[in-house]
T-cell receptor, first 113, second 116 residues
Framework: GAVVSQHPSWVICKSGTSVKIECRSL??????MFWYRQFPKQSLMLMAT?????????EQGVEKDKFLINHASLTLSTLTVTSAHPEDSSFYIC?????????FGPGTRLTVT | AQKVTQAQTEISVVEKEDVTLDCVYE???????LFWYKQPPSGELVFLIR??????QNEISGRYSWNFQKSTSSFNFTITASQVVDSAVYFC?????????????FGTGTRLLVSP
């Protein structure tokens, strides 16, 4: 159990465009979703926490208008990187919470050219 | 404030050697969980272990073992008879009761390279 999928697994986009990343918990429902960002050879940094049906809470330094999070259902959350720039190139990982335990998606590698 | 330190940035060993990855944590909470994750080159995090603050018993799982010492705030991870497939980045992480165990703080990770 506790299968998490992310789509796409990798994406290349041009600077100024927007990219949507989907995260699905396939066999459980998650009221809380965490989104992490990981730059090359660095650790995972929490970007935001969202609860189903509520607005996300962003960590300090993360622009809420740039990283739009939607958690409309208990099995789907999306992260949209708006007006992407090369410095947004990173590995994005979602993490749904299930019974006080976080599970991790396989990640989405975003490259902005 | 909670903090996790993994002082070893990168470790290189030859296959069959034993290797210990260090993890030191800081927390003011008396109730917390400690974790180890493996991140192979594919990027997907693999859960290895979770230990709560009240259980200092060491754990062994196959070639993996963990040594939790509250006196030194350490939660070290040992791989016995390392194999090439163990090559990955390993993260130690902490979550505290005062965040409802909802905030995982990760260390900076240790990259383990096991050569044949």
């Amino acid at each position: 159990g506790a299968v998490v999928s992310q789509h796409p697994s990798w994406v290349i986009c041009k600077s100024g465009t927007s990219v949507k990343i989907e995260c699905r918990s396939l066999d459980f429902q998650a009221t809380t979703m965490f989104w992490y960002r990981q730059f090359p050879k660095q650790s995972l940094m929490l970007m935001a926490t969202s609860n189903e049906g509520s607005k996300a809470t962003y960590e300090q330094g993360v622009e809420k208008d740039k990283f739009l999070i939607n958690h409309a259902s208990l099995t789907l959350s999306t992260l949209t990187v708006t007006s992407a720039h090369p410095e947004d190139s990173s590995f994005y990982i979602c993490s749904p919470l299930r019974l006080y335990e976080q599970y991790f998606g396989p990640g989405t590698r975003l490259t902005v050219t | 404030a909670q903090k996790v330190t993994q002082a070893q940035t990168e470790i290189s060993v030859v296959e069959k050697e034993d290797v210990t990855l260090d993890c030191v944590y800081e927390t003011r909470d008396t109730t917390y969980y400690l974790f180890w994750y493996k991140q192979p080159p594919s990027g997907e995090l693999v859960f290895l272990i979770r230990r709560n603050s009240f259980d200092e018993q060491n754990e062994i799982s196959g070639r993996y073992s963990w040594n939790f010492q509250k006196s030194t705030s350490s939660f070290n991870f040992t791989i016995t008879a390392s194999q090439v497939v163990d090559s990955a980045v390993y993260f130690c992480a902490l979550s505290e009761a005062n965040t409802g165990f909802q905030k995982l703080v990760f260390g900076t990770g240790t990259r383990l390279l096991v050569s044949p």
